[in-house]
Nanobody, 121 residues
Framework: QVQLMESGGGLVQPGGSLRLSCVASGSIFGINAMGWYRQAPGKQRELVASITSGGSTNYADSVKGRFTISRDKTKNTVYLQMNSLKSEDTAVYYC???????????????WGQGTQVTVSS
């Protein structure tokens, strides 16, 4: 089937940077939109950033100007560059993608297992 594997999370001080990566693998015919969500303790999961197959991007207001999403189609990979991190960015970050596993099938939505990002001094 399809797997999304995130990496790059960790502990960083306020003002620091991290780069998250997410690789899609398995039975993939094509990938439409990819994105990053996050969920902090006691809060709902929220969209952080997304990118279409054509490269159009969308960001949550809280991360605009600090985070950058990008993708490498040749590697089925999406990245999230996070700069000027704040304590309120602490959360589990999840990769999400709409993936076609066969040409004749509609795209399905897949999630990664999540990677922890902790911003603390």
């Amino acid at each position: 089937q399809v797997q999304l594997m995130e990496s790059g999370g960790g502990l960083v001080q306020p003002g620091g940077s991290l780069r998250l990566s997410c690789v899609a693998s398995g039975s993939i015919f094509g990938i439409n939109a990819m994105g990053w969500y996050r969920q902090a303790p006691g809060k709902q999961r929220e969209l952080v950033a997304s990118i279409t197959s054509g490269g159009s991007t969308n960001y949550a207001d809280s991360v605009k100007g600090r985070f950058t999403i990008s993708r490498d189609k040749t590697k089925n990979t999406v990245y999230l560059q996070m700069n000027s991190l704040k304590s309120e960015d602490t959360a589990v970050y999840y990769c999400n993608a709409d993936i076609k596993t066969r040409a004749w099938l509609s795209a399905r939505n897949f999630w990664g297992q999540g990677t922890q990002v902790t911003v603390s001094s």
